[in-house]
């Protein structure tokens, strides 16, 4: 009985070493099924005439099974499982005839229109004799984390900056050239296109690639904050500093430091910061121990430094130290020949982010996203597809899913230029009205006040397809 009264019933337990091997064997036996039904990875256990002899519970969901019935009457595993490994010989008869069990053996097969990569262990069965009567493959899905592993890997190879424009092409061909060699960059262009990705290609494709990548936005800090986070600080060299405090140039040693937003930095830190590029040292902030480093700098910017440096605002001999290699970075609305293929690559990304099966954008969307100026370049295209991604409950974008200000563009002003600006606005009218009632004839003619012959006879003289 404890304190509080309750009464307490004990069960007896054997003490483990006492216990009959027989009979804990005898009841792994029994439970056999239950054992493997609870664990996370699928089984399956095949006979030596590829018959399956079981499917536990995870091998079922991951290949797509719900019923044991179907797997065991008589199927061959090939039939039910039927991965790229049988291509090239069965991974059981591999193991039989090597004697070496594999281990995370990766796979791939197709399911339910799903591509999964699985990785592999295969065991042997034998028989009390050794005689090998079956074989068991044992795997688990692998595809989220292949996944990450590829986007990883590939997120900042040259191959990943889409474009078919002869400008991108122009930056694509001089990042070729800059990647392998140790001269510092300027990336120049306006917000929103892509100059951390720019950046980020350049350090992976580079000879400090295994090195650290450092980037510090420098419009995001104050005149004392950015110089203590570039140098770092020696305890008690300001209020708050308590202790000792590497700055991003040591953290960056022997790899690649990328400086966001250069134009920002006050005549002060730009002092210090062209020190570093032409000696390649410097001291913490409130310290003298000199600390040298081996650091590669790329920087960006949206402004124009060189006008910046005619009034005055920017030190001329730190402009041309950072623009030994300028890559200038066009904005979306000189390139908007690329816009189609940005557009798909966002809808494969969100997709994948999101669990959605989005395959289609119509063209009444994509036109008014071939007319958008966007301001706020690539971004402001990726926000844009995401927003239409999260009103989206079909498989197609519509202009109704895109963000109200983007379709609310004044209609006139698209058509006024048109050989025939009336038909061009009605067509307009008649694809806005199509798209809000979600292709819904009966509704679309009601909606224009006239007749579904008439909506119909219209929609063929103006071209529009139906659906």
């Not at 029994?30 to 095949?46: E, F, K, P, R, Y």
């Not at 800090?221 to 950015?226: A, D, I, N, Q």
């Not at 816009?339 to 966002?346: D, G, Q, T, W």
């Given at each position: 009985?404890k304190?509080?009264?309750?009464?307490?019933?004990?069960?007896?337990?054997?003490?483990?070493?006492?216990?009959?091997t027989?009979?804990?064997?005898?009841?792994?036996?029994?439970?056999?099924?239950?054992?493997?039904?609870?664990?996370?990875?699928?089984?399956?256990?095949?006979g030596?005439?590829?018959?399956v002899?079981?499917?536990?519970?995870?091998?079922?969901?991951?290949?797509?099974r719900?019923?044991?019935?179907?797997?065991?009457?008589?199927?061959?595993?090939?039939?039910?499982?039927?991965?790229s490994?049988?291509?090239?010989?069965?991974?059981?008869?591999?193991?039989?005839?090597?004697?070496?069990?594999?281990?995370?053996?990766?796979?791939?097969?197709e399911?339910?229109?799903?591509?999964?990569t699985?990785?592999?262990?295969?065991?042997?069965?034998?028989d009390?004799?050794?005689?090998v009567?079956?074989?068991?493959?044992?795997?688990?899905?692998?595809?989220?984390?292949?996944?990450?592993?590829d986007?990883?890997?590939?997120?900042?190879?040259?191959?990943?900056?889409?474009?078919?424009?002869?400008?991108?092409?122009?930056?694509?061909?001089?990042?070729?050239?800059?990647?392998?060699?140790?001269?510092?960059?300027?990336?120049?262009g306006e917000?929103?296109?892509?100059?951390?990705?720019?950046?980020?290609?350049?350090?992976?494709?580079?000879?400090?690639?295994?090195?650290?990548?450092?980037k510090?936005?420098?419009?995001a800090?104050?005149?004392?904050?950015?110089e203590?986070?570039?140098?770092g600080h020696?305890?008690?060299?300001f209020t708050?500093?308590?202790?000792?405090?590497?700055?991003?140039?040591?953290?960056?040693?022997?790899?690649?430091l990328?400086?966001?937003?250069?134009?920002d930095i006050?005549?002060?830190?730009?002092?210090?910061l062209l020190?570093?590029?032409?000696?390649?040292?410097?001291?913490r902030?409130?310290?003298?121990?000199?600390?040298?480093?081996n650091?590669?700098?790329?920087?960006?910017?949206?402004k124009?430094?060189?006008a910046?440096?005619?009034?005055?605002?920017?030190?001329e001999?730190?402009?041309?130290?950072?623009?030994?290699?300028?890559?200038?970075?066009?904005?979306?609305?000189?390139?908007k020949d690329d816009?189609?293929?940005?557009?798909?690559?966002?809808i494969?990304?969100?997709?994948?982010?999101?669990?959605?099966?989005?395959t289609n954008?119509?063209?009444?969307?994509?036109?008014?996203?071939?007319e958008?100026?966007?301001?706020?370049?690539i971004?402001e295209?990726?926000?844009?597809?995401?927003h239409?991604?999260?009103?989206?409950?079909?498989?197609?974008?519509?202009?109704?899913?895109?963000?109200?200000?983007?379709r609310?563009?004044?209609?006139?002003?698209?058509v006024?230029?048109?050989?025939?600006?009336?038909?061009?606005?009605?067509k307009?009218?008649?694809i806005k009205?199509?798209?809000e009632?979600?292709?819904?004839?009966?509704?679309?003619?009601?909606?224009?006040k006239?007749s579904?012959?008439?909506l119909?006879?219209?929609?063929?003289?103006?071209?529009?397809?139906?659906?």
């Open positions: 009985m304190d509080d009264g309750r009464e307490v019933t004990s069960v007896p337990v054997k003490p483990y070493g006492n216990q009959d027989g009979s804990v064997h005898d009841y792994l036996d029994i439970n056999s099924d239950t054992i493997l039904n609870s664990i996370a990875d699928g089984v399956i256990v095949i030596l005439d590829h018959s002899l079981f499917v536990n519970r995870a091998a079922r969901e991951i290949l797509g719900v019923g044991a019935e179907e797997l065991l009457s008589n199927a061959k595993c090939g039939e039910i499982f039927g991965h490994g049988c291509t090239f010989g069965c991974l059981i008869n591999s193991t039989i005839k090597t004697g070496e069990h594999l281990y995370n053996y990766e796979v791939s097969l399911r339910n229109g799903r591509s999964l699985l990785s592999i262990n295969t065991a042997l069965m034998k009390k004799n050794g005689n009567i079956g074989g068991i493959e044992i795997f688990r899905d692998v595809s989220l984390i292949k996944e990450l592993k986007e990883l890997k590939g997120r900042y190879t040259f191959e990943k900056i889409i474009g078919k424009n002869y400008r991108v092409h122009e930056v694509f061909e001089l990042l070729r050239e800059v990647a392998p060699t140790k001269a510092t960059v300027l990336i120049e917000t929103g296109t892509g100059k951390e990705l720019i950046a980020n290609a350049i350090h992976h494709n580079s000879p400090r690639s295994g090195g650290p990548f450092v510090v936005n420098c419009a800090l104050s005149e004392g904050l950015l203590s986070e570039l140098f020696v305890k008690g060299a708050g500093a308590v202790s000792d405090k590497a700055g991003r140039f040591e953290l960056a040693d022997r790899g690649t990328f400086l966001d937003e250069v134009g006050t005549p002060h830190t730009q002092v210090k020190r570093v590029l032409q000696e390649g040292e410097f001291e902030v409130g310290g003298s121990k000199t600390i040298k480093v650091v590669r700098v790329i920087t960006a910017t949206n124009d430094l060189k910046a440096v005619e009034k005055g605002e920017f030190r001999d730190l402009f041309y130290r950072l623009k030994v290699v300028p890559i200038t970075l066009p904005a979306l609305r000189d390139r816009i189609p293929l940005l557009v798909k690559h966002f494969e990304k969100f997709n994948r982010e999101m669990s959605m099966g989005i954008l119509s063209p009444a969307a994509m036109e008014l996203l071939m958008y100026d966007y301001p706020g370049n971004r295209l990726e926000h844009i597809i995401e239409a991604f999260v009103r989206c409950q079909g498989k197609t974008l519509n202009p109704v899913h895109l963000p109200k200000d983007l609310n563009r004044d209609l006139v002003g698209r006024i230029n048109e050989a025939e600006p009336l038909k061009a606005l009605e307009e009218i008649i009205a199509l798209d009632t979600g292709w819904k004839y009966n509704d679309c003619a009601r909606r224009l006239m579904r012959t008439t119909w006879r219209r929609m063929k003289e103006f071209g529009i397809e139906k659906r």
